[in-house]
């Protein structure tokens, strides 16, 4: 099974229930197509690199999903390409570095420091300290 990730910049100027009926709109397309939504990651508004049709912001969302055949992304994309609301798009086939990437990055391996790893690496600083303390009482008590 093929892993996919559609990014779609969605016009800001839309309500916000509007904005989310649209992200919604391609989420839905892509499920009844016979696709496996894997993760659906809306990015908030962002500033843009350059204005997108006198726009200086943007809606990001990204949608990572499962496909068997490649038939599909041609409609995905003409669908996108047609919408007013949406701004820009693309459309990218993961590879497994990819899709191993998008995994850690979803379990908090990988971005902001306050992440799992963060805490994980407290939670066993934390015990090294507590087994130092528990060994230092033992080694005191030996030596005498």
Do not use: W
């Not at 309500?15 to 989420?27: C, F, H, L, P, R």
């Not at 038939?71 to 820009?88: G, S, V």
């Not at 690496?121 to 005498?144: G, L, T």
């Amino acid at each position: 099974m093929r892993q996919y990730e559609v990014n779609f910049i969605v016009d800001p100027v839309l309500s916000g229930d509007e904005i989310k009926e649209a992200a919604q709109t391609y989420v839905n397309l892509i499920q009844e197509n016979g696709n496996k939504i894997v993760h659906v990651d809306e990015m908030g508004l962002r500033q843009l690199a350059y204005p997108i049709k006198k726009r200086t912001t943007g809606m990001y969302y990204c949608v990572e999903f499962q496909n068997d055949d490649n038939t599909f992304i041609p409609k995905l994309e003409l669908a996108l390409r047609r919408d007013e609301r949406i701004m820009r798009f693309l459309s990218v086939k993961l590879d497994r570095y990819g899709v191993e990437y998008n995994e850690k990055k979803r379990n908090g391996l990988i971005g902001k420091k306050d992440s799992k790893r963060e805490k994980l690496k407290e939670d066993i600083k934390q015990v090294k300290e507590e087994a130092v303390k528990v060994a230092e009482p033992k080694a005191k008590s030996e030596e005498e």
